[in-house]
């Protein structure tokens, strides 16, 4: 049901105009830089914009009466085939303004449903943008019915009109829980996975941050992925999991992951969730900041935000300052490293600092594990398996009355060794 933007041939790129509202004269530069964006990586041509700072929406149309003529005359000037507004409408909204302007009119949350809708690429990926689309269409739907009940309703329309809305308004809450029982059915799989891996003492790492921020990039110097980095928005969409060895025989799994936006809509965030799941069940964060950006600030609060909303911002994390090849105020960020707690400059593209941050990681990992020395008995030797399955260990010995392990293990298998510690 994806409505795509996309045009085969590129001759023919469907030309947007696009409408900012956003109150905060500050914002301005991050809003458009932005939106263009979304714009060009839906496929889009940008035909001309408008702004009206809007602080509190209008019901029927979102912009002002006055404003609406404006855009009509510029749309048709500029030759738009649709209008973009960076902002979420109703569906009356839609409806009224489309009738006005007389172009398509899509909201932001559209626009980014649809750029999601061409990028998933795995079952999960295309159930969950299914999952968001008819969220989206759901309330809207009704709104729709509601005004031509509305204008057309009493005696005589009644019947049609309801038994239309009531089988489409079915149809697409039993397309809803179809794909709920089929996302729960993935999201069972990856849980199972993820419990699998839980038994090794390796962390879990999990890649996030602003879209565009370098977390591909990153994750691809890392795990020598071939993950599509792109500068366009929401380049990934499906995670990916690699495991990633230490030199000192220590190990953690990274996941790359989709990336956040400012006011990321909040369906997309809850189809989203499984997806970020991966976030959630993280032993550490790497925060990406593409501190090349100017608004990079704007793009941090934004993510703490998102990360609020997901429950995880009780996870220890890595602020990852990144793309600093491509800063000029080297002095500036050197200040900004002492300030922040926890924080590393590199450059995924270049590759430097990357050493850093793995050191850093590292520091994180050994102190997870906890140090056990052990004579273990011949009869438990099973025990003493395991420790190379759940930890590191750093000697072992075939003495005379049991096993002698000195290793760093999980809490959990610490704890099955604590009978027979031994201190030497
Ligand atoms: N100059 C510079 N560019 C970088 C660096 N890291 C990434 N980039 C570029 O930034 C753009 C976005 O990189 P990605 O790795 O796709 O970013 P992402 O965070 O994975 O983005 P999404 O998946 O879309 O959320 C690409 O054009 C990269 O080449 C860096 O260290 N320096
Ligand atoms: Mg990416």
């Known amino acids: 049901m994806s409505q795509k933007l996309h045009q085969v041939n590129t001759e023919e790129k469907e030309r947007l105009f696009l409408v900012y509202v956003n109150p905060d004269e500050g914002e301005d530069s991050l809003v458009e830089q932005e939106l263009e964006g979304l714009a060009d990586a839906a496929g889009g041509e940008i035909a001309g914009s408008l702004r009206q700072r809007v602080e509190r929406p209008t019901k029927g149309t979102y912009i002002g009466s006055g404003k609406v003529i404006e855009l009509e005359a510029a749309a048709a000037e500029t030759q738009a085939d649709s209008v973009v507004f960076d902002c979420e409408l109703s569906g009356i909204q839609i409806r009224n303004l489309e009738e006005a302007v007389k172009k398509r009119v899509i909201d932001r949350t559209q626009l980014i449903l649809d750029i999601f809708a061409g990028r998933a690429r795995t079952r999960e990926g295309r159930l969950q943008v299914e999952l968001a689309q008819y969220s989206y269409m759901m309330p809207r739907l009704m709104s729709v019915y509601t005004k031509f009940e509305r204008q057309r309703g009493g005696i005589g329309m009644r019947g049609p009109g309801e038994t239309k809305l009531e089988s489409d308004r079915r149809m697409v809450r039993d397309r809803i829980s179809k794909l709920k029982e089929e996302i729960e059915q993935v999201k069972r799989h990856r849980r199972l996975q993820r419990e699998s891996r839980r038994q090794l003492p390796h962390p879990f790492v999990a890649i996030v941050g602003y879209t565009s921020a370098g977390k591909s990039t990153l994750m691809n110097r890392i795990c020598d992925t071939d993950l599509l980095a792109d500068a366009m928005p929401f380049a990934t969409l499906d995670p990916t999991t690699r495991k990633v060895d230490l030199p000192d025989g220590d190990a953690f799994f990274l996941s790359d992951t989709v990336g956040f936006i400012r006011n990321l809509p909040t369906l997309l965030?809850?189809?989203?969730?499984?997806?970020?799941?991966?976030?959630?069940?993280?032993?550490?964060?790497?925060?990406?900041?593409?501190?090349?950006?100017?608004?990079?600030?704007?793009?941090?609060?934004?993510?703490?935000?998102?990360?609020?909303?997901?429950?995880?911002?009780?996870?220890?994390?890595?602020?990852?300052?990144?793309?600093?090849?491509?800063?000029?105020?080297?002095?500036?960020?050197?200040?900004?490293?002492?300030?922040?707690?926890?924080?590393?400059?590199?450059?995924?593209?270049?590759?430097?600092?990357?050493?850093?941050?793995?050191?850093?990681?590292?520091?994180?990992?050994?102190?997870?594990?906890?140090?056990?020395?052990?004579?273990?008995?011949?009869?438990?030797?099973?025990l003493a398996e395991n420790a190379h399955r759940y930890g590191r260990v750093d000697a072992k010995d075939y003495r005379e009355d049991g096993i002698y392990l000195d290793a760093w293990l999980t809490a959990d298998q610490a704890g099955r060794l604590q009978p027979y510690a031994v201190s030497e």
């Not at 090349?292 to 990360?307: G, K």
Request: charged residues 25%.
């Open 269 to 382: 965030v809850a189809a989203f969730r499984g997806t970020l799941e991966e976030v959630g069940a993280s032993d550490l964060l790497l925060h990406v900041v593409d501190v090349s950006h100017p608004e990079w600030e704007a793009q941090v609060d934004a993510v703490h935000e998102t990360i609020e909303e997901l429950q995880a911002d009780d996870i220890p994390t890595i602020t990852v300052f990144n793309k600093v090849d491509a800063l000029d105020d080297r002095p500036a960020l050197t200040a900004l490293i002492a300030e922040w707690p926890n924080a590393v400059a590199i450059s995924a593209a270049t590759g430097e600092g990357v050493p850093d941050l793995l050191e850093a990681i590292r520091k994180h990992l050994t102190g997870r594990l906890l140090r056990i020395q052990a004579l273990v008995p011949y009869a438990d030797a099973q």
